[in-house]
């Protein structure tokens, strides 16, 4: 890393993915925009109300981990057979790698911190985790 620290906004990193409901929300790669290399981060934006923030999903098969922060907005997460709304300021910890998780925003321009990692392991960036690199 080229220097002690790095200051940016999030808006600042390059969005991928769609931007209608049907396409679901826009990805920002947070940790390899930034050079993270000890854990994921990763941030989702919901510009529609509808919008998919979170790509339904489970962490099966590893022991990671993930703290969703919803940073703007309201959203609602379905995890396993249950829906929670949650709103600006909201932390949702998922422990359980099995559970099937997803969320949609409930208002135009949800935004939702994706933080995770193998509990007990050191971090491997998965392959899809930087569209920088061919």
Same mark, same amino acid.
């Not at 981990?65 to 969703?68: H, N, P, S, T």
């Not at 909201?90 to 359980?96: E, G, M, Q, R, Y």
């Given at each position: 890393m080229d220097s002690k620290y790095i200051v940016t906004d999030i808006d600042a990193v390059e969005s991928f993915g769609g931007e209608k409901p049907e396409d679901g929300g &826009?990805?920002? #790669? %947070?940790r390899a925009k930034l @050079?993270? =290399?000890? +854990? @994921? /981060?990763n941030a989702f934006v919901g510009r529609e109300t509808g919008s998919r923030v979170i790509e339904e999903h489970t962490e099966e098969g590893s022991a990671h981990? =993930?703290?969703?922060v919803v940073l703007a907005g309201k959203a609602r997460f379905e995890l396993g057979d249950e829906k929670i709304e949650v709103k600006t300021g &909201? %932390? /949702? +910890?998922? #422990?359980?790698p099995t559970l099937k998780r997803t969320a949609f925003a409930l208002e135009p321009n949800t935004s939702v911190l994706a933080i995770g990692a193998p509990a007990g392991s050191v971090f491997t960036p998965s392959s899809w985790d930087n569209p920088y690199t061919s």
């Open positions: &826009s990805w920002k #790669p %947070l @050079g993270i =290399e000890a +854990f @994921g /981060v981990q =993930e703290l969703y &909201s %932390l /949702v +910890f998922i #422990p359980d």
